[in-house]
């Protein structure tokens, strides 16, 4: 493993959780049409922010492990949608 392919998959993860958060905020704007309630909603974004703390802590180890630096990272990127009237 080197560390352009550790940062790739860093991006490409990131890349995966930032458009299902940004799915999850068109649904939001819709919740009744789709059925959905609130609570199901921040259950579904909380779920992707607990995958997501998962998949840093998971490279974290990876490049440790292979003894490289890490330079990309699996946050939650500026500009992506976020989801109004649900709590962090």
Request: aromatic residues 2%; negative net charge.
């Amino acid at each position: 493993m080197e560390a352009l392919q550790l940062d790739t998959l860093a991006i490409h993860w990131s890349d995966a959780l930032d458009a299902a958060e940004n799915s999850l905020a068109e649904v939001s704007r819709s919740r009744r049409a789709f059925q959905l309630s609130a609570t199901e909603l921040h259950d579904r974004l909380t779920g992707l922010r607990l995958e997501r703390g998962a998949a840093e802590l998971d490279l974290e180890l990876l490049a440790r492990t292979a003894h490289i630096e890490l330079h990309q990272h699996v946050r939650r990127r500026t500009g992506s949608a976020g989801i109004s009237g649900l709590s962090p």
